[in-house]
């Protein structure tokens, strides 16, 4: 799974932070997300996937996130 951010959509909510602390930050000055790992491992699959649906901006995208049904 690769993590994409759009620094120009974020509006500095911190929701992401929240949900993953050791794949997003913020800046100081304005709040606005900074990715600290691009390629996250597994074990924070569902914590990623959480920031995702709870970015207000849509500022955070999944690519090779394949979500399998059990």
């Known amino acids: 799974m690769r993590v994409?951010?759009?620094q120009d959509r974020c509006?500095?909510?911190g929701m992401c932070v929240l949900s993953a602390p050791s794949?997003?930050?913020q800046r100081?000055?304005?709040g606005?997300?900074?990715l600290l790992d691009p390629e996250p491992p597994a074990e924070v699959l569902?914590?990623?996937r959480d920031a995702v649906a709870?970015?207000?901006a849509l500022a955070i995208?999944?690519?090779?996130?394949?979500e399998r049904a059990e």
Do not use: K, N, T, W
């Open 32 to 34: 606005i997300v900074v």
């Open 11 to 13: 509006c500095g909510s």
């Open 23 to 25: 794949v997003f930050d």
């Open 28 to 30: 100081d000055e304005d």
């Open 4 to 6: 994409h951010v759009d």
């Open 46 to 48: 569902a914590d990623v």
């Open 61 to 66: 995208e999944l690519a090779g996130d394949e």
């Open 54 to 56: 709870g970015c207000p």
